[in-house]
T-cell receptor, first 115, second 114 residues
Framework: DTGVSQNPRHKITKRGQNVTFRCDPISEHNRLYWYRQTLGQGPEFLTYFQNEAQLEKSRLLSDRFSAERPKGSFSTLEIQRTEQGDSAMYLC?????????????FGPGTRLTVL | AQSVTQLDSHVSVSEGTPVLLRCNYSSSYSPSLFWYVQHPNKGLQLLLKYTSAATLVKGINGFEAEFKKSETSFHLTKPSAHMSDAAEYFCVVSDRTNAGKSTFGDGTTLTVKP
């Protein structure tokens, strides 16, 4: 068990391009979360999955954002037609559904810079 | 609805002196509460968690936090600061009836002076 991993760690793109990030959770964890963190702020919830089902989405998740977890293991977060305001750190976390306290384990994040 | 307020955006202490990082929360239900630490260019690391088993919670690296329901507070303390404690600290509330998300505070930057 190597923890939650995210790829890439850094992404620089031009405005208008599409980007996709990947998250691999801890193997026995069936919940997976995406957060966005901007400079000077705490992480903000974007969405979460239990197994392959996407159970909740934040209002922050505009229609340019889509997340999937097709087989209930890894997840991808895609941003279409990126804007400069999308520049942020995107964090992934995972947890066990059996843990009623919902302790989440975080990956190192993907830092997105939109030029 | 749930929310977290970290009362200080920046705290500066001298090495060897006590640390106090303040957190107030709001939750409709019995909450779980966490403190995470984030060092520059590193991921979020769990320091400690409150899960109702005990109001005084001990964590890693000598940190403690006390859950006070009457004050809706969960302040983080450490008796003696070390240079390596310099980092960003986040207080987090999780509503056990809605495992969908946790709510983070805006963070407190801890500076430790030699």
């Amino acid at each position: 068990d190597t923890g939650v991993s995210q790829n890439p760690r850094h992404k620089i793109t031009k405005r208008g391009q599409n980007v996709t990030f990947r998250c691999d959770p801890i193997s026995e964890h069936n919940r997976l979360y995406w957060y966005r963190q901007t400079l000077g702020q705490g992480p903000e919830f974007l969405t979460y999955f239990q197994n392959e089902a996407q159970l909740e989405k934040s209002r922050l998740l505009s229609d340019r954002f889509s997340a999937e977890r097709p087989k209930g293991s890894f997840s991808t977060l895609e941003i279409q037609r990126t804007e400069q305001g999308d520049s942020a750190m995107y964090l992934c976390a995972s947890s066990r559904a059996s843990d009623s306290h919902n302790e989440q384990f975080f990956g190192p994040g993907t830092r997105l810079t939109v030029l | 609805a749930q929310s977290v307020t970290q009362l200080d955006s920046h705290v500066s202490v001298s090495e060897g002196t006590p640390v106090l990082l303040r957190c107030n929360y709001s939750s409709s239900y019995s909450p779980s509460l966490f403190w995470y630490v984030q060092h520059p260019n590193k991921g979020l690391q769990l320091l400690l968690k409150y899960t109702s088993a005990a109001t005084l919670v001990k964590g890693i690296n000598g940190f403690e936090a006390e859950f006070k329901k009457s004050e809706t507070s969960f302040h983080l303390t450490k008796p003696s600061a070390h240079m390596s404690d310099a980092a960003e600290y986040f207080c987090v509330v999780s509503d056990r009836t809605n495992a969908g998300k946790s709510t983070f505070g805006d963070g407190t930057t801890l500076t430790v002076k030699p």
